[in-house]
């Protein structure tokens, strides 16, 4: 279908002025949103702004603007205070290596560096550099969250693919699970998606078969964790990655009838609920072979028979010493470390 601006109408009321075909031709798929809505503001300013007037009329922080800016200045588009460029430009290259999860291990090499803190430039400068990545990026802020990303999110996405070594089609599971959780008011911020690219990587998700597979266990894990959280009574929260891990142990071992009993054992027993302490009893029955209700309840009787013979023992001993004695004379002795 084709599209023609009127040639006639209000849409020329207000006037008119010149954009650069450059930024049409090479910039549109490269450029955020709000980097060329902040261009857009200084060129029908006359090519002069200020970060307060652009600040206004896009409506992101003044702060956020330089940032923006930054990268148009950085591409030799824009001159900041008047200063001018260098005489040659130098492309500013993407960070991080492209790691390809299908043949390479990605862990060891995740591990070999920190993340990257990439600038504006570095993120053009890999979206340039790859199409698929371009195209990913435009998919995401069009598909997934249908509005413009912010920088912190548009790092991520880059990371993704050129740290983790994460797939296209991985990635948008992930940023679609991301805003699903965020839509249902769940808690869950970048740190968290960031955590969760870089275990799909250390575990060799690199397929959508494989991340929906990942996704249902993740499903799995939320709703035992809402029972854990009510049987337990501790202070509901999102699992981490290690709770998770924790409760996938639990129930790879024992039924829910076994983790609400090891519960129950908690809750008699500490003086304030953890998870620690279910995982002790659990490990501890596992230990012991203890499947069962039966089988707790013999242990249980085990334990009190072994308990009794040596309290049995114990005034034996107390026929021959006087125990009571002994204990007072050592709360008074000072020979006794205490």
Aim: negative net charge; contains cysteine; aromatic residues 6%.
């Amino acid at each position: 279908m084709d599209y023609q601006i009127l040639p006639m109408g209000e849409v020329w009321s207000e006037g008119m002025f010149s954009v650069p075909t450059v930024i049409a031709s090479k910039y549109i798929r490269l450029a955020s949103a709000y980097q060329l809505k902040a261009l857009l503001v200084i060129l029908s300013d006359g090519g002069r702004s200020n970060s307060r007037d652009i600040s206004k009329a896009i409506g992101v922080p003044e702060s956020e603007v330089c940032d923006l800016l930054s990268f148009w200045v950085e591409e030799g588009v824009l001159l900041e205070n008047g200063t001018a460029p260098a005489a040659q430009k130098t492309e500013v290259k993407a960070a991080a290596p492209v790691i390809k999860a299908e043949s390479e291990k990605p862990k060891k090499q995740v591990e070999a560096m920190p993340v990257p803190t990439l600038s504006p430039a570095d993120i053009v400068a890999a979206l340039r550099d790859s199409t698929e990545l371009s195209a990913l990026m435009q998919e995401a802020e069009s598909d997934v969250f249908g509005r413009t990303l912010s920088h912190v999110e548009r790092q991520l996405i880059v990371n993704m693919v050129n740290y983790y070594g994460l797939p296209s089609g991985v990635v948008l599971t992930i940023l679609q699970y991301y805003k699903t959780e965020k839509e249902k008011g769940r808690a869950i911020g970048h740190a968290y998606v960031a955590a969760m690219a870089k275990n799909w990587s250390e575990e060799g998700i690199t397929t959508l078969a494989a991340a929906d597979e990942k996704l249902r266990e993740i499903e799995a894990s939320d709703r035992m964790w809402s029972e854990i959280v009510s049987l337990s009574g501790i202070r509901h929260r999102r699992p981490t990655a290690n709770q998770r891990e924790m409760i996938k142990n639990w129930t790879a071992d024992f039924s829910m009838e076994m983790i609400a009993l090891a519960c129950d054992t908690m809750r008699e027993n500490a003086e304030r609920p953890t998870l620690k302490y279910v995982d002790s009893v659990l490990k501890n029955w596992k230990k012991k072979g203890i499947k069962t209700p039966d089988d707790v309840a013999k242990d249980a009787e085990k334990h009190l028979a072994e308990k009794n013979g040596k309290d049995s023992k114990r005034h034996e001993i107390a026929s021959t010493y006087d125990l009571d004695k002994i204990t007072k004379d050592t709360m008074f002795n000072d020979d006794y470390d205490i």
